[in-house]
């Protein structure tokens, strides 16, 4: 998987910004935003279990902003789905 942008590195870890080229097409914001409805959740809800505010976690859903590697593996064990799900490669929640 390409990615762009500079990692930020912030003590420990070290975030990477998802972006590829068939993830482009903001399939992974929308899987976002369905997991979050279909779980009655709110933004404010998802932004706690990413440890942000509902603000940047609403930028992540509605494209603004890229999710870091390390959200996308949390949303994907929070909601028990693939992080491939979450980005749209699969139409299987299933793990593999």
């Known amino acids: 998987m390409k990615t762009t942008g500079p990692c930020i590195n912030r003590g ?11 993830v482009n097409d903001m399939k992974y914001q929308r899987r976002m935003k369905e997991l979050r ?11 706690k279990v990413l440890k942000c ?8 859903e509605n ?4 999710l870091p590697i390390c959200g996308l ?8 789905v693939s ?5 749209g490669l ?3 929640k299933e793990k593999k």
């Open 12 to 22: 420990t870890a070290m975030f990477v910004c998802i972006f590829d080229r068939q």
């Open 73 to 80: 593996i949390t949303l994907a064990r929070f909601y028990d």
């Open 90 to 92: 699969t139409d299987h």
């Open 83 to 87: 992080a491939d799900y979450i980005l």
């Open 53 to 60: 505010t509902q603000v940047a976690y609403g930028m992540y």
């Open 37 to 47: 409805q279909e779980n009655n959740m709110s933004q404010a809800d998802l932004g």
């Open 63 to 66: 494209g603004k902003r890229r």
